[in-house]
C-alpha cells in the first residue's frame, strides 16, 4: 500500500532563509505522482508543485523546487528566499498511476512557521 | 470568485442529526472530489465523480454518508445519523482529467 511520511511536525525558520521539508514515500508502482499542498489557517488546500515519477528533472515553481531523489524514495521541498506568508501547514501527497482518479494519499503534514 | 466554493464553512449540530454540506466546483472542471480531515492529519479520500457518476467510493464512507452530483456540476455530502467521530473538515475539490486538484476551503464539522 501506498504511504507517506512526513517526519518533521513542525519547522522553524528565520525569513529570508531557505527551508527544506521532508518527504518519503512507499508505493510499489512504478508509475506515481507526487505532489506539495500549502494549508494556511484558512483551510484551503493551495497546490504547490507536481513531480512525475518518469520526469527526469526536478520540478521547479518559482520559489518552490522539489528535490526528487527516486531511489531514495524522497520527494523534499524546498522553499528558497522564505516570507512571512510562507508561514502554513504543508502537506506531501501521492498518487499511484499517472492516470485516472486523483486518490491522493496525504502525509502528516509539516507545521512552518516563519519568524521575521 | 472562480474557486470552488463550499457551504457552510462550519456546521455544529447534536449527535444523530443529519447534515448535508454542498460543493460548488470551478465551473470547466468535469471531475469532483470528496476528503475528509481530521485535527493533525493529512486530507484522506472519500469519492469521487466524473460528471454525474460517482466512479469510486473509499471504504472510509461508511453506509450513513451519501454523495450526489446530479446535473454534473455542484455536489451534496449528506451524513445522517451523525455520530461524534464524523467531526472533522470535509474538503471538496475539482480538477479537469488532467490537472491537479483545485480545493476548497472545507466545511468544519462538529458533532456535539
Known amino acids: 500500500a501506498q504511504k507517506i511520511t512526513q517526519t518533521q511536525p513542525g519547522m522553524f525558520v528565520q525569513e529570508k532563509e531557505a527551508v527544506t521539508l521532508d518527504c518519503t514515500y512507499d508505493?510499489?508502482?512504478?508509475?506515481?505522482?507526487l505532489f506539495w499542498y500549502k494549508q494556511p489557517s484558512s483551510g484551503e488546500m493551495i497546490f504547490l508543485i507536481y513531480q512525475g515519477s518518469y520526469d527526469q528533472q526536478n520540478a521547479t515553481e518559482g520559489r518552490y523546487s522539489l528535490n526528487f531523489q527516486k531511489a531514495r524514495k524522497s520527494a523534499n521541498l524546498v522553499i528558497s528566499a522564505s516570507q512571512l506568508g510562507d508561514s502554513a501547514m504543508y502537506f506531501c501527497a501521492m498518487r499511484e498511476g499517472l492516470q485516472g482518479a486523483q486518490k491522493l494519499v496525504f502525509g502528516q503534514g509539516t507545521r512552518l512557521t516563519i519568524n521575521p | 470568485d472562480t474557486g470552488v466554493s463550499q457551504d457552510p464553512r462550519h456546521k455544529i449540530t447534536k449527535r444523530g442529526q443529519n447534515v448535508t454540506f454542498r460543493c460548488d466546483p470551478i465551473?470547466?472542471?468535469?471531475?469532483l472530489y470528496w476528503y475528509r480531515q481530521t485535527l493533525g492529519q493529512g486530507p484522506e479520500f472519500l469519492t469521487y465523480?466524473?460528471?454525474?457518476?460517482?466512479?469510486?467510493k473509499s471504504r472510509l464512507l461508511s453506509d450513513r454518508f451519501s454523495a450526489e452530483r446530479p446535473k454534473g456540476s455542484f455536489s451534496t455530502l449528506e451524513i445522517q445519523r451523525t455520530e461524534q467521530g464524523d467531526s472533522a473538515m470535509y474538503l471538496c475539490?475539482?480538477?479537469?482529467?488532467?490537472?491537479?486538484?483545485?480545493f476548497g476551503s472545507g466545511t468544519q464539522l462538529s458533532v456535539l
Open positions: 475539490a475539482s480538477s479537469l482529467v488532467s490537472t491537479s486538484l483545485f
Open positions: 465551473s470547466e472542471h468535469n471531475r
Open positions: 508505493t510499489s508502482d512504478p508509475s506515481y505522482g
Open positions: 465523480f466524473q460528471n454525474e457518476a460517482q466512479l469510486e
